[in-house]
């Protein structure tokens, strides 16, 4: 097992982007002892009917970070995202700073590059990426040493990111109202999920947890924010007294009833190469749609 450095008396300061086309939230978090800060889960607009990508929502957040005189180290993704497109790539260029993710990376890649049936000019090795993280690596953002925990389940390769004491669970976990993500994509497994969750609640009880979604279930306002303690108390997916088999009992049988999420054509085409938009072999910025191939 690995031993993680928590850290709690490092208090990041968190500012959270609400994004309502794909009920995403996006954070910058910033150092408490310096100007530098990551940007987690960023999203790039797509309106997909039309074929049309804009920047309002990157923009927002970098707006943000010039007006702070922030400057961004980092570039998190969390996982490789099914609902929304990332805007690293985008935000990189107007602030800099390093993109990365998971070094499962390679394995969504993989399964995606047949689906989509990508050839051979498509790099199935991360290097899209400027770091792939393993299971316990650590990295600068100014005076704060970040930790990565490999969690998969959802996906192959998601990570949730502590900084200090605030940890970033990408969709590992949801507000305790909202449960758990779903564990049916390729390469998803909701035991794994199970597992991982249970790494995440090992971490102290007033360590802060921020989600990557809400939906808002049974009508209420937005959220984005607990605690370990919380979560384990009350989350009605793996809070007390749930046993891995019920979970993996209610993951199997609730997941059978989902659609697919409405962008996640657009969405795995871009995030798997960084947040780029694959081109045509003209040069043109084009994405494909796999018939019956999901
Ligand atoms: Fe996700």
Redesign the pocket.
């Known amino acids: 097992m690995t031993t993680y450095p928590v850290n709690m008396s490092v208090k990041p300061e968190v500012k959270a982007f609400f994004d309502e086309a794909t009920w995403t939230i996006s954070y910058v978090v910033k150092d408490p002892e310096s100007n530098k800060c990551a940007i987690v889960d960023s999203v790039m607009d797509i309106d997909y009917a039309a074929g049309r990508i804009t920047y309002e929502s990157a923009d927002e957040i970098i707006q943000y970070v010039q007006d702070n005189d922030l400057e961004v180290e980092w570039l998190i993704e969390t996982?490789v995202?099914?609902?929304h497109l990332s805007a690293a790539p985008y935000i990189q260029q107007k602030t800099g700073g390093k993109i990365g993710i998971g070094e499962h990376i390679k394995t969504v890649q993989d399964v995606f590059g047949k689906v989509f049936n990508e050839g051979t000019e498509f790099q199935r090795d991360g290097s899209q990426f400027d770091a792939l993280f393993t299971d316990g690596d650590t990295y600068e953002v100014g005076s704060m040493k970040v930790f990565a925990m490999h969690t998969p389940g959802?996906?192959p390769a998601c990570m949730v990111h502590v900084f200090g004491d605030a940890a970033f669970v990408?969709?590992t976990l949801f507000m305790p109202d909202g449960g758990s993500?779903r564990a049916d994509f390729p390469g998803g497994d909701a035991g794994i999920l199970f597992d991982s969750i249970q790494k995440v609640l090992e971490l102290p009880d007033d360590m802060r947890l921020f989600m990557?979604h809400d939906y808002g279930p049974n009508g209420r306002d937005i959220q984005w924010e607990t605690t370990v303690g919380d979560e384990k108390k009350h989350n009605i997916h793996v809070g007390e007294g749930k046993t891995k088999e019920d979970f993996v009992k209610f993951r199997t049988e609730r997941d059978a009833q989902l659609a697919m999420p409405r962008l996640i054509i657009p969405s795995l085409q871009v995030n798997m190469r960084a947040g780029e938009i694959p081109r045509d072999k003209d040069g043109n910025p084009m994405l494909k749609v796999p018939v019956n191939g999901l």
Do not use: E, L, Q
Request: some cysteine; glycine content about 10%.
């Open positions: 996982h995202h099914a609902d959802h996906t990408g969709d993500a990557c």
